[in-house]
């Protein structure tokens, strides 16, 4: 049964205010005065322009009622006309202009998301979601586009309703006071709609997230569900989370829905009282046909920027919204701090675990007092049973984490004093499922170290059997491994990992090794290139093979947290102890199995002699 995924808020998500939300995105404008100088003359412009259609018409209104010439007719014709083409002309500059800024603007905010999310610490993934993290980079962002224009189409009608009421209020203050009557009833219920647009918004982003992570976490394990004949039950997850979102949707479309009738009610009760007592007006004479004309026209456009806020308020509240979701991503805070920004020497690889105290979660601890010096191009194996603390101490090392207690301190300085990125490129690093990027082999062993040649890349592959292993390759250090290494088998997957390491040449070196089953030949080849990285730097090796805890200097020997037996393989066998019972249940028989696979190979190497 698939676990269901939340649709509610993260833990690191905040509420902000809209007038710090609007600072904030203003500020994002900043480095586009001139453009911005531009959009808002085209904004003033285009108010003006439409302003004066109502009065333009209603000026022939005025012309007919006057008896004037054709000539004037026309006149008043042809400046209807050239306002109408300098609307559409003025109109198109505007959008153009204001995509062009606004997609500069969102690249820049995508920019800060991505970059949000990849200085967050390992920790903060351990609890979110990547494909809501996605989410917020993809699909939030893009929701300040909506916010601007629509704003902007809002800030330009305001402009045209000042314009129009100062007009109006010239020709005949008392049928301007009608109108401004409706304005408190306008903001009440615009008051109300903006609350439940909000609620209805926040939560409609937090649906989508759900859905945009559930979609990516099928795709990614489609084969794992392929395997175990789960297709039908990834689709019916997919569709509670659909449905879950579609559901959202429908109140948030529920609460745009309600606008549009309850304003345009409002706005047919402002035309029937403009209608009827600009009639009485016109009949003794206080007002002309032309002006009352004029009202009629104008209350459309006076009311319109009132209108649209409200009617459009959804669409505000869902782009507030998604900002609101992209600043809490940018503002996260990692639980891994630094206390200081020193440069980072080159290391020579000296650890020291000083009573240092760990726990994922409160009240769980991992390491008490954990204690463990390891020397200058020592090679360290932990060896334990699941949950041991092995990886949580290499993680720790990495600056993955921050611990709760103690020191770890590496050649003598507090780890947490480093300038945290040069302090990580000294660190190599294979992970138990080793990731290789989308590309060649020679890519992805150029990874850490971009500036290597391709000559140093071929010699470092070369280094390992003479570069036999190439061979097995179609196309050799040019062989594209596929989405993930996909195309690659599980060792040579391990192999390019560590021959990026070798590449990289770090003071550290942090082995977790994968526990899969690998052909005689690759692990031939992964224990040479092993063996000249521990060669070279201060290792930790996270053992799961015989081969590998025999190539360390030291095996240490966890349980709980607690180093309870350390020494070398001999040693350890001749204790009798924790070691020696895991060599006997587990090891032995790998080393059995390894020495039966290596006869096998060595035979048929023969027989093809």
Known sequence: MGMMRSIGAEKYDRQYNDMYLLKRIIAYFSPFRRQVSIIVVLVIAFAIIGALFPIIISWGVGALENHEPDSTLILILAALLVNAVLDFFVFWARRRLTGRLVAAVISQLRKDAFEAAVNRDLAFYDENKSGKIVSRITNDTQELNQIIVISLDIISQVFEFVLLFFILLNIEWRLTLILLCVMPVVFFVTGIFRRFARIATRQGSRAMAAVNDNIQESVSGISVAKNFRQEQMIYREFDSINRDSYRINLRRGFVLAMVFPALNALSGIAIAMIVYVGAQFVLVGTITISAWYLFVQSIDRFWFPFINLSAFWSQLQQGFSAVERIFALVDAENTVQQVDNQPAPRLTGKIEFRDVVFEYKTGERVLDKFALTIKPGESIAFVGHTGAGKSTIAKLIERFYEFQGGDLLIDGLDIRSFDIHQYRSQLGVVPQQPFLFSGTVMENM?????????????????????????????????????????????GQRQLVSLLRVLVQRPAIFILDEATASIDPFTEMQIQQALDMILSRSTSILIAHRLSTVRSADRIVVLQKGKIIEQGSHEQLIEQGGHYAELYNTYFRHQSLSYVENAHELFAEESSGD
Do not use: C, F, Q
């Open 446 to 490: 150029r990874y850490a170290r971009p500036d290597a040649s391709d000559a140093e890349i071929d010699e470092v592959a070369r280094s390992i059997g003479g570069g036999e292993w190439l061979e097995t390759m179609p196309d050799g250090l040019n062989t594209e491994v596929g989405e993930r290494g996909a195309r690659l088998s599980m």
